[in-house]
């Protein structure tokens, strides 16, 4: 049987063992190129999310502009005077009235 020169079994064994150690680095650095790929795809979809909440923001705001400025102007006054005259003044005089008639008693 023929024999392998030492230095020929040690440089096979040394390149097994480089390999072996190796393995644990490279499967640490496939798991953080994992997490950020997993990170940046988190950042996108917060980013389109609040791009979105701003667009709908913005929709909400231009319809309840659009509904202020299509009141008519003479009807809005009309109601705004309804509202001023629901009889508060005579609702207090008639409270103070009975006020007076105890304070009187």
């Not at 030492?6 to 063992?17: E, F």
């Not at 680095?25 to 909440?53: K, R, W």
């Not at 502009?65 to 003044?89: F, H, N, P, R, W």
């Amino acid at each position: 049987m023929a024999t392998v020169n030492d230095q020929i079994t040690d440089a096979v064994t040394q390149s097994s063992v480089k390999v072996v150690a190796e393995a644990p680095a490279m499967a640490m650095g496939s798991v953080y190129q994992s997490m950020a790929h997993s990170t940046g795809i988190l950042f996108e979809n917060a980013v389109s999310a609040q791009q979105q909440q701003n667009t709908l923001g913005q929709a909400a705001t231009n319809q309840g502009v659009m509904q202020i400025y299509s009141l008519d102007t003479t009807a809005s006054a009309g109601a705004t005077e309804k509202v001023g005259q629901t009889g508060v003044a005579d609702n207090l005089t008639s409270l103070l009235t009975v006020l007076q008639s105890f304070q009187n008693k």
